[in-house]
């Protein structure tokens, strides 16, 4: 039998939301093993901040600013990849958008908002580098999406309802680009320690509320060692499949786990 393959020498890896949390992490993990990265996001200063952290691995690294609710932006980051490093292997479509409202209670333009950035960029990514990926071989794209597309809350609607629509992206484009050697995949988090969660994971902390079976709240590097699984070699018979990471809450039955009420939910997210 052979040994298990994680290496990503030679690779190149594209990371949306690549500056801060789960996106930094992965980016990390990508480059301890042997990947070159592009990081994109919208705010200079992290990104500059995660490229410092990416080189100091020794691997390239190359940052773009780019809001991944802009269609423009997307393509100013396949652009920047190829002229930078002339081809791309792994996407990791991680950056995200929210909107803290019911679906009844949700207007068009933050509708709007939160799925471009959560579906349509993704997709629009994934069109782009296909090429690319194919003439290379084969490649890895990686969805971050959510465990509230597989059982959503109240109060998170269209959030919920764009994750769910990611997941079922991946079914479709996994089968569709099989024959690329192109493979399509979901993580599904639950609340992760991260900045943009830190008031509700405080919130949760501090009630003591066991909201998954594990009673605690996951890292980064927890959603980054899949991540790297799914990119690698070790990885290349999974495809259009969703892998779920929250310490079992999405499994657990009714008793097993106290969760927040909506409006609490709602109201700790709101002060990130």
Partial sequence: MGSV???????????????????????????????????AARRPEALERAKQDVAATGRRVLTVQADMSISADCDKLYQATLEEFGGVDILVNN????????????????????MKTNVWSPLHLARLCRESMRQRGGGAVINITSNEGVRPSMGIGTYALSKAALINMAQLLGKEWAADKIRVTCIAPGLIRTDLAKDLVEAVETSGSPINPQKRVGEP??????????????????TSMTYVVDGGEVSAG????????AEETVQAQKQD
Avoid: Y
């Avoid at 949306?16 to 301890?32: P, V």
């Avoid at 929210?98 to 068009?108: D, F, M, R």
């Avoid at 590097?221 to 999974?238: K, M």
């Avoid at 009714?254 to 009420?261: F, W």
């Fill in 5 to 39: 393959d994680f290496s990503l020498d030679g690779k190149v890896a594209i990371v949306t939301g690549g500056s801060k949390g789960i996106g930094r992490a992965i980016a990390l993990a990508f480059a301890e093993h042997g990947a070159d990265l592009v990081l």
């Fill in 95 to 114: 950056a995200a958008g929210v909107s803290l409202v019911t679906l009844a209670e949700e207007n068009e333009e933050d509708f709007l908002r939160v």
């Fill in 221 to 238: 590097n927890e959603i980054a060692g899949l991540a790297l699984f799914l990119a690698s070699p070790a990885g290349t018979f999974a």
């Fill in 254 to 261: 009714p008793g097993d786990v106290v969760v927040m009420t």
